[in-house]
C-alpha cells in the first residue's frame, strides 16, 4: 500500500518516486522494499513469494549452498529455511583480501503462511542457487464455480 | 486500494533496463586473482563475461522459472539481472581466465602474467 501511494504519477510523491529510483540506478541498489518492516540488504538471504491458484511459491536467493545441507521445515503454518555457507576464502597469509561482500556463516528465514495451505503437499528444489518451495494450497479454497439454474 | 495495472506495466518495463551490483569477494595470491560473485537465478547460459581491453564485466540475467498463473506476494528480488565490470590490471593475463559457475556462484580465477609472477632469482657465486 506505501508503494503504490508513492507511484501516484504527477503528484508531489510522483517526484520523489522519481528521485528514489534515479538514486536507485546511480548506487545500485537491490529493488528495496520500502515499508517499515523492510530488511536490510544483503543480511539475509532474499524472498520471494508468488501465488498461483494452486500453490504458493517461495523462492529463496541463497547461492554457494549444499542442497543437502539445507533445511526447509514448516511447522504449524511457519514455513522456516536455514541453512549455513562456508567460506571460500582460502586461508594462508600469502592472500591478500581486497573485497569481501558476499555473506558467510548461518542464515535463518521465516515465512508465515496463511491458512489455506496443505502441508503434506510441500515439493522444494534447488537450482542455480535459488530454493524453490512449492506448497499446495488445499482443495477447499479453490474458488468453485456455482451454475445459476 | 485496487491495483494499477498500467502502473505495473511501465515499472516492469522500467525494470529490464535495470540492474544489480552482484555481491563479490576478491582475493589476489601471487599467482593471480580469485573473484567470486553471487549471481543466484543465473544458468550458464545467461552469464556473459566479456574483456574489453583492461575493463572485465560480468553480466548475468535471472531465468524466471515461475509456473502459470503465478501473482507476486511480496517480492525482495525485483530486478531480475547482474552487472559489474572491473577493470584489470596490467600484470593479469586476461587471455587464461578460468571461469566456473555453480549453483549461482560464479568464479574466476585471473592468472598474472608469467613474468609478473615473483620469481627467485638464483645468485651463482662466481
Redesign the interface.
Known sequence: MYESLLSYPNSLFGQFERLRRELDDVFGVAGLPNSIRAVAPGSLPAINVGRTPTSLEVYAFAPGLDASKIEVTLDRGVLRIAGERASEMPDDAKTNTYTRERDVGAFARAVSLPEDIDPNHVKASYRDGVLQVSIARSESTQPKRITVQ | ?S??KA?TQA?AE??AQ????P????????TGI?L?A??????KDRLELKVEGDALLIEGSV?P???????????????PRYRRSFSLSRELDTARIEANL????L?LRIPKQAHAQPRRIAVSSA
Do not use: S
Open positions: 486500494m491495483e494499477n502502473l515499472a522500467q525494470d535495470r540492474w544489480v551490483l555481491a563479490v569477494d576478491v582475493f589476489e595470491d601471487e580469485t567470486l553471487d549471481m543466484p537465478g543465473v544458468p531465468q522459472f515461475t509456473p502459470e498463473g503465478l501473482e507476486a506476494v511480496y517480492a525482495e528480488v525485483r530486478i555453480k549453483d549461482g556462484v568464479k
